[in-house]
């Protein structure tokens, strides 16, 4: 209990010398239990002082008869190595002869200790994994780190191997006759794990892993299957010789393991064993959790997908679980499975609609609610009888909440503005809810009542009413609002079209890092006018500017300097028709000076593209009291250029009086380099997002479409790769598809932009990844210009 509560305690560097003494005493004494204590006190209290002159006595330690004094030194040794790693490396041919010993935590703690010393060293860790995997390790904890630092020598030569050689699979595969069972375990995950593993390499894993599914201990069940879930997703073939193995699991009485083998099943089954998983699995979802519950929902839409031909079956077990007990996760869950099957799957739509709207009948969610009656007013207009719907729209109009019932108004309208044969019975409909208790709800009524005509039919503006009703926002919903709230009533009314339409995720002020001073964006005084209305405003306002026409976008500033240097300095790149035009934005962090004449050479020896026109210096630039320069280049009109430029900043240096704050008359020319800066496709792209993708896509003309697939190489993951494409064409991404699943192997994702000239531009991305983590895509463009969606293509081809 002392040694506890002296390495609790830590005592300082001025106490700790009263209890050294005792402890080095301790390190001698005849008592294993004190010596191996005093030597773990002694190396968490010590610093690198004391540690040279006890460290003999710990290079006897780890060489010691006795297994507790030996662990103690090495234990205490990897402690150390994050201190003081120059003096434990002197360690090593002592923790070369531990390795040996016969004790089984030893032999644990010196190769974890050793494989830490070295692994900086590639060569040296290879080597110790070639010297060690010919027989000489016989501890069970020490095996299964062996086959983790093998694994990882086999990551790193993998470039370096011919196809078909895999060096060390031999050792992985030995291992799998092990006697001990955790380092079969290890074994046989190190080798579903291998970067492009083919199926004769996973067999025998596999193997071993089906034997342990029928093992009397849960944690080698679980083990085992959760390993087969991943493998799975890669190779379900390879899984399918243990799918009877795991269909006696899915009774399993640990939770865990059930849920486990239900996924790897709907992963792994065909499609004749689909009917039997659907009847075990409505008994067993009873007994899960709701997160549990996601999962199986999750796989089973991914089944649907991969058998569309069971698609009945699958939709009324989804339709079945809806209507049963479950939280909000959950059952948002199922919805989202069922609008993706209806959208994916043409011949599900009737009964997977006829699903939602007895779900909703019921429904304690409003938010679901309202997502299904949009998703219902754009779908069930297109179905062979719109009719069935209306009743259960209406009903919410009656019974629900105002939230509900003002999304039901709007479903209602969209029938009506596309089933000629349902105006009449919209249009009555309508009229009663005029007289509805909820302002939002009245207000719909009496705009939607206006749009289609007193008399219910649409008449000569169908294609406007089309537009408003099912057509997207093309304003950020962000900026509508804060532009709503500027506007003061007037006798001319509100024009939607002066609302920006870039989406800013970095307000005027700019986000700074903790102790750094705040460089200023040069942007009128923060209010809610947006950040584009501000910089437009501030451009305007410099005559050598003014004639540049309207400003297209304006960037997030670009770091140009370190944190905590002496000049904070970063640049906005305003983006023209014709021109480009940089704002340096300067902070002075020196108290003891004034930088005068400030402004920045920009060398565009590699921006052919760009010429330069205008400079404007700025005259003072005191401590702390942020500034801005600029620097304007006129290019081809409309044309997207590209380039990079190499920046210097120049001024004139005045010492300060600490004192009075007077500066010295005269001043010292001085410059400081800025990184380089570049100019990048993305720059001529607007993020704008629309409500409703597949709707947007539709109303784009098919001509323009233009569809071509590309190899992006090795990737770590899908979502590297998308978050990589999203980068390069600086599009904003719609309805959440820029976030990939973990462990997916193929994704979608919608983009949506405004491009240079005003060009609306629509992105549809399908990824794909095979095992050696190759990802290809392929890109479909629509835009308002042909030429544009050929130019989006050689983006991407070029980036």
Known sequence: MVYLIIKEL??????????????????????????????????????????????????????????????????????????????????????????QSRAALVQFHALALLHQIRQNDRLAVSKLVTSLTRGTVRSPLAQCLLIRYTSQVIRESGQNTQPGERPFYDYLESCLRHKAEMVIFEAARAITELSGVTSRELTPAITVLQLFLSSSKPVLRFAAVRT??????????????????????????????????????????????VDRLMKQITNFMSDIADEFKIVVVEAIRSLCLKFPLKYRTLMNFLSSILREEGGFEYKKAIVDSIVILIRDIPEAKESGLFHLCEFIEDCEFTYLSTQILHFLGNEGPKTSDPSKYIRYIYNRVILENATVRA????????????????????????????????????????????????????????????????????????????SLKNYEPSEES?????????????????????????????????????????????????PEFSGFGPLFKSSAPVELTEAETEYAVNVVKHIYDGHVV????????????????????????EAEEFSEIASKPLRSLPYDSPGQTFVAFEKSVGVPAVGKFSNV???????????????????????????????????????????????????????????????????ESL?????????????????????????SRSHTCLLSGVYIGNVKVLVRLSFGIDGPKQVAMKLAVRSEDQAVSDAIHEIVASG
């Open 10 to 99: 830590s005592p300082s560097a001025d106490e700790v010398i009263i209890v050294t003494s005792s402890l080095m005493k301790d390190m001698n004494s005849k008592t294993d239990m004190y010596r191996a204590n005093a030597i773990r006190v002694l190396c968490r209290i010590t610093d690198g002082t004391l540690l040279t002159q006890i460290e003999r006595y710990l290079k006897q330690a780890i060489v010691d008869k006795n297994p507790v004094v030996a662990s103690a030194a090495l234990v205490s040794g990897v402690h150390l190595l994050q201190t003081n790693p120059e003096i434990v490396k002197r360690w090593s041919n002592e923790v070369q002869e531990a390795v």
């Open 228 to 273: 087969l879930n991943k493998v799975a997703m890669t190779h379900p073939m390879a899984v399918t010789n243990c799918n009877i193995d795991m269909e006696s699991l899915i009774s399993d009485q640990n939770r865990s393991i059930a849920t486990l083998a239900i996924t790897t099943l709907l992963k792994t089954g065909n499609e004749s064993s």
């Open 407 to 482: 999304s039901a108004v709007s479903t209602l309208a969209k029938f009506g503005a596309i089933v000629d044969s349902l105006k009449p019975r919209i249009f009555i409909l309508l009229r009663r809810c005029l007289f509805d208790s909820d302002d939002e709800v009245r207000d719909r009524a009496t705009l939607y009542l206006n749009t289609l005509g007193a008399d219910g039919s649409v008449g000569e503006t169908h294609k406007d009413v089309k537009d408003f009703l099912f057509g997207s926002l093309d304003v950020p919903l962000a900026n509508l609002e804060t």
């Open 494 to 542: 509100f024009d939607i079209d002066s609302v920006p339409k870039e989406v800013k995720s970095q307000p005027l002020a700019e986000k700074k890092a903790p102790g750094k001073k705040p460089a200023a964006l040069g942007a009128p005084p923060t209010g809610p006018a947006s950040t584009i209305d501000a910089y437009e405003k501030l451009l305007s306002s410099i």
């Open 582 to 605: 940089f704002q340096f934005n300067c902070t002075n962090t020196i108290p003891e000076q004034l930088l005068e004449n400030v402004f920045v050479i920009m060398d565009a020896t």
């Open 649 to 715: 900043l120049k001024f004139i240096v005045k010492e300060v009086d600490p004192a009075t704050g007077e500066a010295d008359e005269d001043g010292v020319e001085d410059e400081y380099q800025l990184e380089d800066l570049e100019v990048v496709p993305a720059d001529y792209m607007l993020k704008v997002g629309v409500s409703n993708f597949r709707n947007a896509w539709e109303t784009m003309d098919p001509d323009t479409e233009r569809v071509d697939e590309y190899g992006l190489g090795v990737r």
């Open 719 to 743: 979502a590297e790769a998308v978050n990589a494409v999203i980068n390069i064409l600086g599009m904003q991404p719609c309805e959440g598809t820029e976030a990939v699943p973990s462990n």
